[in-house]
């Protein structure tokens, strides 16, 4: 259902090896102490399904998310200066996601690609998304932040200084679908894992709205 394209350079040496990875087995504790580290299953945990209306039709929904270890720090024009900075942005576990609207008869429609925030993703048709030659959806990974998009290319974001970069260059990662389960580990760095469908909002963020973040105020 799903391939992830990873960029040719992503900066964080442990997603590169791993991404994604399953949620680990521990406790939070464990989980900063680096158990993360360790090698792991690509995953995909699929949510229940939910129901969603867009643009006036009724589809069945479905969250597909993905875990990474870590989520680096942002960099002017899209480098990882100072990838490991918590001032810049950086922190353990990083959740990102798609959610695909079915019709009643089960086929494909729409996608919604986070990115960061729910508000700064984007919509587009299923018969405008690429996909392999097996049918499986095509999900670009950005370079160090995760987020995900459905072509290649850079990402202007923050006046240039947290731009997303894409790559059709990178490994290709067909992860294993799970069902997902309530998982909790805030305490050790501010993540969730829910069940439920992840409801996107009814509209894409615009160009210009990511390049002038945080000072759009439609988005805030």
């Known amino acids: 259902m ?7 350079a ?3 040496l442990e997603s590169r090896t791993s991404i994604p990875c399953s949620i680990p087995d521990a406790d939070a504790a464990a989980v900063d102490a680096g158990a993360t580290n ?9 949510s229940e399904v939910g129901t ?5 039709d009724l589809y069945s929904a479905r969250t597909y998310s993905f875990y990474y270890p870590e989520n680096l720090a942002l960099g002017c024009w899209g480098a990882c200066v100072n990838p490991r900075s918590q001032a810049w942005g950086y922190h353990r576990h990083d959740l990102e ?9 089960g086929l494909p429609r729409h996608v919604f690609f986070f990115a960061h925030a729910d508000r700064q993703g984007m919509w587009v048709p299923w018969a405008e998304c690429e996909r392999t030659a097996d ?19 850079r990402y202007w974001r923050v006046l240039g200084f947290a731009n997303d970069v894409c790559s059709s ?19 050790g760095g501010g993540f969730s894992l829910r069940a439920q469908l992840r409801v996107p909002p009814p509209t894409s963020i615009t ?13 805030r």
Do not use: K
């Open 135 to 153: 049918g499986a959806l095509v999900v670009y990974v950005a370079r160090g932040s995760h987020a995900s998009y459905p072509r290649p290319g």
């Open 38 to 46: 360790a090698a792991c299953a690509s995953v995909v945990y699929a």
């Open 2 to 8: 799903i391939q992830l394209r990873l960029h040719h």
């Open 52 to 56: 969603m209306v867009y643009n006036n």
């Open 207 to 219: 160009p210009w709205q990511r390049f002038i973040l945080p000072f759009c105020a439609e988005l």
């Open 10 to 12: 992503e900066p964080s």
């Open 97 to 105: 996601a798609v959610t695909v609207l079915f019709t009643q008869g």
């Open 169 to 187: 260059r990178g490994a290709m990662v067909r992860p294993v679908v799970r069902p997902a389960q309530d998982r909790d580990l805030e305490g």
